[in-house]
């Protein structure tokens, strides 16, 4: 009787019950986890703390984007390898966006050859697991390349070599001038934008804007080099020998093989998801929609670019970005290449030396959440201004 | 004056086999160059003969472009890879690029491959060293587990197959029996089976495992715990209860904000000190919990996704026959849930067997982790190109009719609907 009282009608009593007995179960994990560390760190005489951050890491890094040597803090290796992981994202994301655009695209063309052969492309890296393909691109086709003596010239300002590619680097004067004409145009351009389209809106009169944004944003950084001291130089790979057998390329920028490989296996992979995203976006926007366009007399042009892609961007946004925290997130399979990135070089050599297992992981483990957080927050800002204004 | 003229239907007669001939003359020249390595264009300037190929079939294409010619097969040549001019070059680059590299590829895989001897000094070819596959073979697909007792490892996949290809035929009844031994019965005795120890059977350590049959192993067994982790996860996120939706919601942003690698890192390395002193747990064990774990989160937003398209009368209905929370779950929301997301869930299971050749990391070699062992061999120095197609393609096998068969399912479903 009492039981069924309890049941019935003390609703509070019984939904506290359950949340109580997974808190206190959860707690308990957690406590006992942690006074077994406790006693593990102290058996080994060492104590939990973030202070090693600041100790000298006396390890070196092959590619870094700061300065960086063994005489750094550990501190420093860990930005490091944030600043390498950020990078291959960055440039697997811009890859991976256009093959998987134009891929997209040449699943649905007219032209059936194109299709199909975008279709086995699909099919073909979707289903080679990753670390597979990134092993490919670095261990074997990558070591197939010449040496440095008859490396791979391109009219002989970057060469393409086992040792990694060497291309030309930039030497700037007063770059930041240049830096601030670039963001002056960028404003510029969105108040034109915005003027053109109160215009559009209000009046009814066209303003080209593509042509005088593109007008602007060459003509400001060129005003920058004709009269504010702004320069460009550059300097190319030479060959330089450095014993009877061993040539390597002095001057320039070398990109690494691991980069080569991890980008390209990394852009390869994610573009056939984002083909497919694509391709379900375009096939997504109702027939309709195209017929009513051509009805009014709109060009093919046109609708694909007023009609189509606006309403197609909003079905490929959010599957889209979760490709891009994928990639962000496989390109921590850099490890296996021995590209420094953050696991390599924080969760790897780092962990070595110091053995503080918690609190190194924790760390890595953090920064990608963060990493994966911020992107999403971005994407659905972004995604949320793409939606469609209901009236 | 008729040369002239656009092609239509009243020159059809004097433009297709004009056009025809030199279609098939681009081709000609592109195809004795890459097979023959002849070139009978060479008395023209370099640069021209490089692009003569692609002229000709240009115009060949533009001759032969006439619509409603009133001849089925050209109208459908037309209409699938000559519809324009872009579509044209497209066609022609895109078979350009299949011919010429056809040669290559075939003397690589086959003609100038080896496949006969037992070492590196029986490759004599410039192609592929297939001989590095077979001495090999044994290792990946059993790792280093001893010769002599790979009939257990045979022995329990023969079983898997001959169980499942049984259930197919076997009345609804007995069905589910099957099922439930598959479940419940199999992958343990599978377990000790391999594992040994017992029986008579020598005990082999799990560092031993190894190979394609240890993908298989650790496929299996994630699949098969992540599965009602995954759906107790999805189940909690929707809870109207505040602690477990957001312990759940916690937990499964957690694992899924971070990479794989990281996570087996954090078995391998942070999970011991998180044990009493002295606790040994089997590495692959290790790796097991992590992996389920990881791919429990995923399974968790797929099935949510299937809760979230139940409509509320649904639960609405359930609840006033008087079900409480879990026969409700169970007898109504769920297996209605989980049909709409058995898509989403193969697309999981595939992820998952694509992401097993992770545990290179501890320290466990499946087969990327034993090509990568054998290419270091000494004797066996560069041969990584052909261990990592062959992986390549076992891989490719797999996982392709998995997402065959999944999307075929798809299909299926939806016309049910």
Redesign the interface.
């Known amino acids: 009787m009492i039981l069924k009282k309890f049941n019935i009608e003390n609703k509070k009593a019984r939904d506290l019950i359950p949340q109580a007995i997974t808190v206190l179960a959860l707690l308990s994990v957690i406590i006992y986890f942690a006074t077994n560390a406790q006693i593990n760190m102290g058996n080994r005489g060492i104590s939990f703390g973030f202070g090693f951050l600041n100790q000298e890491a006396s390890f070196d890094i092959t590619f870094s984007m700061i300065e960086y040597d063994g005489s750094h803090s550990y501190g420093r290796a860990f930005l490091v390898g944030l600043l390498n992981t950020i990078l291959v994202s960055v440039i697997g994301i811009f890859f991976a966006t256009i093959i998987g655009v134009i891929v997209g695209i040449a699943r649905l063309s007219d032209n059936y050859l194109i299709a199909k052969v975008a279709e086995w492309y699909v099919e073909i890296f979707r289903n080679i697991p990753l670390i597979l393909q990134i092993f490919f691109w670095y261990f074997a086709a990558l070591r197939a390349l010449p040496l440095p003596e008859n490396g791979i010239s391109f009219y002989d300002i970057s060469f393409l070599t086992i040792k990694g590619w060497y291309v030309p680097k930039f030497i700037w004067t007063n770059f930041n001038i240049f830096l601030l004409s670039l963001i002056a145009a960028f404003i510029a351009i969105y108040f034109i934008n915005s003027y053109a389209t109160k215009q559009r809106e209000q009046f009814g009169k066209q303003i080209p804007t593509t042509i005088i944004s593109l007008t602007t944003l060459i003509l400001i950084p060129l005003i920058t080099f004709l009269f504010l001291g702004v320069s460009l130089t550059f300097e190319y790979p030479v060959l330089k020998q450095l014993s009877p057998t061993v040539f390597t390329y002095a001057g320039g920028v070398s990109i690494i093989p691991e980069l080569i490989a991890l980008a390209l296996a990394l852009s390869m992979y994610t573009a056939t998801f984002i083909a497919e995203n694509v391709r379900a976006g375009i096939l997504g926007v109702g027939k309709g929609q195209k017929e009513a366009a051509a009805s009014i007399g709109l060009n093919k042009n046109q609708i694909l670019k007023l009609v189509v892609m606006p309403q197609a961007l909003r079905i490929i946004i959010p599957p889209t970005t979760n490709q891009y925290l994928n990639l962000t997130k496989n390109s921590s399979l850099a490890a296996a290449i021995a590209y420094p990135d953050i696991v390599l070089v924080f969760a790897g050599t780092a962990l070595m030396q110091t053995g503080r297992a918690i609190e190194i992981i924790s760390i890595t483990m953090l920064t990608y959440l963060t990493l994966s957080i911020s992107i999403s927050i971005f994407m659905n800002w972004y995604n949320k201004k793409m939606a469609i204004k209901e009236k | 004056m008729n040369l002239i003229a656009k092609p239509s239907k009243d020159n059809i007669k004097t433009y297709v086999p004009i056009g025809l001939s030199l279609v098939s003359l681009s081709f000609l020249d592109v195809f004795v160059n890459a097979f023959f390595n002849l070139n009978f264009t060479g008395f023209l300037p370099s640069q021209l003969s490089y692009f003569l190929p692609l002229i000709i079939g240009l115009i060949g294409f533009y001759l032969i472009r006439i619509e409603f010619s009133g001849v089925r097969s050209l109208d459908i040549l037309n209409?699938?890879?000559n519809?324009n001019n872009f579509?044209a070059l497209?066609?022609l680059f895109?078979?350009f690029i299949i011919i010429k590299s056809i040669p290559p590829m075939l003397d690589w895989f086959i003609l100038e491959a080896n496949f006969a001897g037992n070492s590196k000094d029986d490759c004599t070819g410039d192609g592929a060293c297939w001989v590095f596959i077979k001495v090999w073979f044994n290792r990946f697909m059993y790792g280093l587990y001893p010769d002599a007792e790979q009939w257990r490892i045979n022995t329990a996949f023969l079983i898997l197959f001959a169980v499942v290809g049984v259930s197919f035929f076997v009345t609804e009844k007995l069905k589910k029996y099957f099922i439930l031994f598959l479940v419940f019965v199999f992958p343990f005795l599978g377990i000790k089976l391999i594992s040994g120890g017992s029986f008579g059977l020598e005990y082999v350590e799990s560092a031993a495992w190894g190979g394609l049959s240890l993908t298989f192993i650790i496929s299996a067994f994630a699949i098969l715990f992540c599965f009602p982790i995954g759906v107790i996860l999805a189940l909690g996120r929707r809870s109207?209860?505040?602690?477990?939706k957001y312990?759940s919601i916690g937990f499964i942003e957690?694992w899924?904000?971070?990479?794989?690698?990281?996570v087996l890192?954090?078995s391998a390395?942070?999970f011991p000190?998180?044990?009493?002193?002295g606790t040994f747990i089997d590495k692959l064990i290790r790796v097991l919990i992590a992996i389920t774990l990881f791919e429990a989160a995923y399974m968790a937003e797929v099935v949510r996704g299937g809760l979230q398209a139940l409509p509320k009368g649904q639960y609405e209905a359930a609840k006033s026959l008087g079900m409480g929370y879990w026969r409700m779950n169970a007898l109504i929301i769920l297996p209605q849930a989980l049909k709409l997301v058995i898509p989403g869930i193969a697309n999981t299971l595939l992820a998952l067997v694509?992401?097993?050749?992770?545990i290179?990391?501890v320290g466990l070699m499946e087969l990327?982790g034993m090509?990568?062992l054998a290419?270091t061999n000494p004797k066996w120095l560069g041969m990584?190109?052909e261990g990592?197609?062959f992986?390549?393609l076992v891989?490719?096998v797999i996982?392709?009719a998995m997402?065959r068969y999944s999307q075929n399912l798809e299909k299926k479903l939806s016309t049910e609907r």
């Not at chain 2, 899924?256 to 990281?262: A, D, E, H, K, Y």
């Not at chain 2, 694509?354 to 992770?358: E, G, S």
């Open positions: 209409k699938n890879i519809s579509n497209l066609t895109t078979i109207s209860l505040p602690a477990i312990i957690l899924r904000g971070v990479p794989l690698i990281t890192f954090m390395v942070m000190m998180f044990l009493p002193d694509k992401d097993t050749p992770l290179f990391v990327a090509i990568g290419k990584a190109m990592y197609v992986a390549g891989f490719w996982c392709y997402s």
